[in-house]
């Protein structure tokens, strides 16, 4: 397999992990205006792979359809929609700034679902890298090398303030700060292994390219919409959390101009 695609793969992961070494170094706690304003920079972030990333190239891909070049990334949105509303549905798992666990009832410690939340939205990260990657080395003409990168590192930078937001609140609960980080680290670990069996499995990807984009897309704004956002909009009211979205949505945006 390609170095390059290895390594960019990993860099979300690094992104996670560095966020999550913020328990091992801040004193306190993440103050309730930090908290939204690292969820609205994430959603930025968010929001504009989606759109630049995923979703544009993968009507790209289907110019030839002409006017029915939206219907298959439409159709895919739908299905990565529809994916993460399972997993919501089917995995227990409790947002940092609720107290009420969602899913089917469970008795895992509060700790262990804080921790299934972040892991069940870094699924449709690590696809999305795995995606935009398979199709560069495939030599899809809509797919560089630096528009893979660029999407790595937009990952890896709203990454690191979730890292933060998963491994802090562990702290809280209890839990050391070795061990905090530890499994703020590992709710990352879904993303680079998505990405390389995405890779791995190119031949059979490559056909449906086009969906699997907008499918990526579809589930990173669904967990924009349903975690993020409320997460930003939390506690009193604040313009901080739209504020640091916009960041993060301009961040991103460049990126992917700049370097895709």
Same mark, same amino acid.
């Not at 390594?7 to 992990?17: E, H, K, Q, R, S």
């Not at 091992?24 to 920079?41: A, E, H, I, M, T």
């Given at each position: 397999?390609?170095?390059?695609?290895?390594?960019?793969?990993?860099?979300?992961?690094?992104?996670?992990?560095?966020?999550?070494?913020?328990?091992?170094?801040?004193?306190?706690?993440?103050?309730?205006?930090?908290?939204?304003?690292?969820?609205?920079?994430?959603?930025?972030?968010?929001?504009?792979?989606?759109?630049?990333?995923?979703?544009?190239?993968?009507?790209?891909?289907?110019?030839?359809?002409?006017?029915?070049?939206?219907?298959?990334?439409?159709?895919?949105?739908?299905?990565?929609?529809?994916?993460?509303?399972?997993?919501?549905?089917?995995?227990?798992?409790?947002?940092?700034?609720?107290?009420?666990?969602?899913?089917?009832?469970?008795?895992?410690?509060?700790?262990?679902?804080?921790?299934?939340? /972040?892991?069940?939205?870094? %699924? @449709? #990260?690590?696809? =999305?890298?795995?995606?935009?990657?398979? $199709?560069? !080395?495939?030599?899809?003409?809509?797919?560089?090398?630096?528009?893979?990168?660029?999407?790595?590192?937009?990952?890896?930078?709203?990454?690191?303030?979730?890292?933060?937001?998963?491994?802090?609140?562990?702290?809280?609960?209890?839990?050391?700060?070795?061990?905090?980080?530890?499994?703020?680290?590992?709710?990352?670990?879904?993303?680079?292994?998505?990405?390389?069996?995405?890779?791995?499995?190119?031949?059979?990807?490559?056909?449906?390219?086009?969906?699997?984009?907008?499918?990526?897309?579809?589930?990173?704004?669904?967990? /924009?919409?349903?975690?993020? %956002? @409320? #997460?930003?909009? =939390?506690?009193?009211?604040?313009?901080? $959390?739209? !504020?640091?979205?916009?960041?993060?949505?301009?961040?991103?945006?460049?990126?992917?101009?700049?370097?895709?």
């Amino acid at each position: 397999m390609n170095f390059q695609a290895v390594l960019g793969v990993c860099i979300p992961f690094v992104g996670t992990a560095a966020g999550a070494g913020c328990v091992l170094f801040l004193k306190n706690d993440l103050k309730d205006w930090v908290q939204r304003l690292l969820s609205g920079f994430a959603a930025g972030v968010m929001v504009a792979a989606s759109v630049w990333s995923l979703l544009i190239p993968a009507m790209d891909q289907c110019e030839g359809l002409g006017r029915w070049a939206f219907a298959p990334a439409a159709a895919g949105f739908w299905l990565g929609i529809l994916f993460l509303l399972a997993l919501d549905t089917l995995i227990p798992h409790l947002h940092v700034s609720s107290n009420e666990p969602e899913g089917p009832h469970s008795r895992l410690r509060r700790s262990t679902m804080l921790v299934l939340a /972040v892991t069940l939205h870094n %699924i @449709p #990260e690590g696809m =999305a890298v795995g995606v935009v990657f398979a $199709g560069w !080395l495939s030599g899809s003409s809509q797919m560089t090398a630096a528009a893979a990168m660029a999407l790595a590192l937009g990952i890896a930078i709203q990454n690191f303030p979730e890292g933060a937001i998963i491994s802090m609140p562990l702290k809280a609960e209890g839990m050391s700060r070795r061990k905090a980080f530890g499994y703020g680290a590992l709710s990352g670990i879904v993303e680079p292994v998505g990405a390389l069996l995405t890779i791995l499995a190119a031949s059979w990807v490559l056909p449906a390219l086009p969906v699997l984009l907008a499918f990526a897309a579809g589930a990173m704004m669904y967990v /924009v919409v349903e975690e993020l %956002i @409320p #997460e930003m909009s =939390a506690g009193e009211h604040s313009n901080i $959390g739209t !504020l640091a979205f916009a960041a993060g949505f301009t961040i991103m945006m460049a990126l992917d101009v700049a370097l895709g």
